[in-house]
T-cell receptor
């Protein structure tokens, strides 16, 4: 059974800092890994999708990396802004339609 | 572009009452559709997925059922709600490349 862990559960940083969020998974036979952000009371917004054959993906100030062999992914946020405050979730797909989410990291960027 | 709608946005229902939540997708055809539940303090749990009209797969035995009467419509139902059915219900669709996009969600409170 796939298990996905996100550490830390919460993170508070001053504006402008670069930061890294972590996601680890137990079954390395994944099809892809996706990072989302969720604002309070809202649905999930897709940030980045990394296919199993890829090592990283970039979008603006965000960079996600994937190391399947070690069962880890990181989301790097450069020059953090208060608008980045949200809960960040990673999700891995294994098998046919099997999607497992982590419990998220709640990020607060302090002005 | 693709858009996913969910309604209602919020719902308060007494224990034992029926439930019907609706999800519709615009801008794509024959999407893979998903229902997730996010309970307070817990991660997202995949409830059902559908790869086509009338095709429903259940991930977790529970008090809920799902139906897909039309290509871009996905319905979550219950005949008798339990207190434990409270949560935030999210509908999602998945692209061919495996990226998931989520709707705005329905907040269900069972009293």
């Amino acid at each position: 059974k796939q298990e996905v862990t996100q550490i830390p559960a919460a993170l508070s940083v001053p504006e402008g800092e670069n930061l890294v969020l972590n996601c680890s998974f137990t079954d390395s036979a994944i099809y892809n890994l996706q990072w989302f952000r969720q604002d309070p009371g809202k649905g999930l917004t897709s940030l980045l999708l990394i296919q199993s054959s890829q090592r990283e993906q970039t979008s603006g100030r965000l960079n996600a990396s994937l190391d399947k062999s070690s069962g880890r992914s990181t989301l790097y946020i450069a020059a953090s802004q208060p608008g980045d405050s949200a809960t960040y979730l990673c999700a891995v797909t294994t098998g046919y339609q099997k999607v497992t989410f982590g419990t998220g990291t709640k990020l607060q960027v302090i002005p | 572009s693709q858009t996913i709608h969910q309604w209602p946005a919020t719902l308060v229902q007494p224990v034992g009452s029926p439930l019907s939540l609706e999800c519709t997708v615009e801008g794509t055809s024959n999407p893979n559709l998903y229902w997730y539940r996010q309970a307070a303090g817990r991660g997202l749990q995949l409830l059902f997925y559908s790869v086509g009209i009338g095709q429903i797969s259940s991930e977790v035995p529970q008090n809920l059922s799902a139906s897909r009467p039309q290509d871009r419509q996905f319905i979550l139902s219950s005949k008798k709600l339990l207190l434990s059915d409270s949560g935030f219900y999210l509908c999602a669709w998945r692209t061919i490349s495996g990226e998931q996009y989520f709707g705005p969600g329905t907040r269900l409170t069972v009293t």
